[in-house]
């Protein structure tokens, strides 16, 4: 058997086995593709504020929680979120899934975050994990790294037609083609502009989904991989003697004079420590947060993680999840993931249409040949 039979049948039977998930997770890629913006439209009416008169005092972010808790009285407070641009809303977090958009200026409570957010944080649910949590986690985990060696299988199928078709035949889409000619020609060309783009995103999606895989970005810079993530999302144990809000906002602020952004997260799970992610800095990254841990109970500095003081392994590895959404190509890179998600959906369909001709045929000709023996 020749080395390219190798790569075709096993590219041909990994894609059946996967290809039912890594459909899903195309299809859900591509709707996550512009996830933050078409949550920020469908909130444009709770997260904006008509910015008031040059010199207008905001409210200090206790008082803020004093109102957003006249109208969310059972959860524990999680968590509150400022912004430096006067038209942004105060965002007041309770429990895990409760968020309150709040005037700065007034306390008015102008509403919760829409339906469209819960449904996307359901698509990403299901992107990530099937929505089954742990064992869908494992399944997409498994999935990505099949469809990365598909991808890689894929250019080396890809690459072994070109010594016997033109680079049209390959390349070119006709979507004027029926039956099999169709298939064919649509799972080259489409895989002749995606398959690229499809190895890195689902290089990224491996380092996502297995904590090894990150650790190989510190290892290959010289750098120490952090220790593995302890503890749970759950904020219902909350420690007796926590500092006031303001008082944590007062250190975050202290620290970075320049801020643009805080987001302070009370402790968790009885945590000793509460978090500030703040973003001062006008980076290239789409998120570039420091991290400020405080002692609960005094909100003393605990420790400071500037952004810009990061290993050069976290700050690779910081990246990575903007590679995959696109993100780190702005709106122009958020729309090019989408297009090739998408037109990894037609690769699984074109490809399972091609297997099913090819064992149709297969079964055809063992019938006939059995006809002919018995004749």
């Given at each position: ?78 968590g509150v979120t400022l912004r430096a641009d006067p ?207 405080l002692n609960a109970e005094t909100s003393e500095a ?74």
């Amino acid at each position: 058997m020749t080395l390219r039979k190798i790569f075709f049948w096993a590219h041909l039977c990994v894609g059946i086995c996967s290809g039912i998930v890594i459909f899903s997770m195309c299809a859900t890629g591509a709707m996550l593709a512009f996830e933050k913006q078409i949550v920020n439209f469908s909130e444009r009416s709770v997260h904006k504020v008509v910015p008031p008169p040059p010199g207008a005092l905001r409210m200090d972010p206790e008082a803020l929680v004093a109102k957003a808790r006249e109208v969310e009285a059972t959860e524990p407070l999680s968590g509150v979120t400022l912004r430096a641009d006067p038209a942004e809303a105060a965002v007041v977090s309770f429990g895990v899934e409760t968020f309150l958009f709040v005037n700065p200026y007034t306390g008015q409570v102008l509403g919760r975050t829409s339906r469209v957010r819960a449904f996307m944080r359901l698509v990403m649910d299901f992107h990530r994990s099937l929505a089954a949590r742990k064992k869908g986690r494992t399944v997409i985990g498994v999935c990505n790294a099949a469809f990365f060696g598909l991808a890689l299988s894929g250019l080396y199928l890809l690459w072994t037609n070109w010594r016997r078709y033109s680079f049209k035949q390959i390349a070119a889409f006709s979507p004027g083609l029926k039956g099999k000619a169709r298939d064919w020609n649509w799972h080259n060309s489409v895989g002749f502009w995606c398959v690229p783009f499809l190895v890195i995103i689902t290089m990224t999606g491996l380092v996502l989904s297995y904590s090894w895989a990150g650790n190989l970005i510190y290892i290959f810079t010289g750098c120490q991989p952090p220790p593995p993530f302890q503890g749970g999302s759950s904020v219902s144990a909350v420690v007796q003697k926590v500092a006031g809000v303001n008082s944590f906002f007062a250190a975050a602020q202290s620290q970075a004079p320049n801020w643009r952004m805080i987001a302070v997260r009370l402790p968790q799970n009885g945590s000793p420590n509460a978090f500030a992610a703040i973003e001062e800095s006008n980076s290239s990254h789409p998120y570039p947060r420091s991290t400020l841990t405080l002692n609960a109970e005094t909100s003393e500095a605990v420790k400071w993680e500037p952004f810009d003081g990061y290993s050069r392994g976290h700050k690779i590895h910081l990246w990575i999840r903007p590679i995959h959404t696109g993100e780190a190509g702005g709106w122009l890179g958020q729309a090019f993931a989408g297009l090739v998600s998408l037109g990894g959906m037609l690769l699984v369909w074109t490809g399972f249409a091609l297997a099913w001709r090819r064992f149709r045929a297969g079964a055809s000709r063992v019938r006939s040949m059995n006809g002919n023996e018995t004749a």
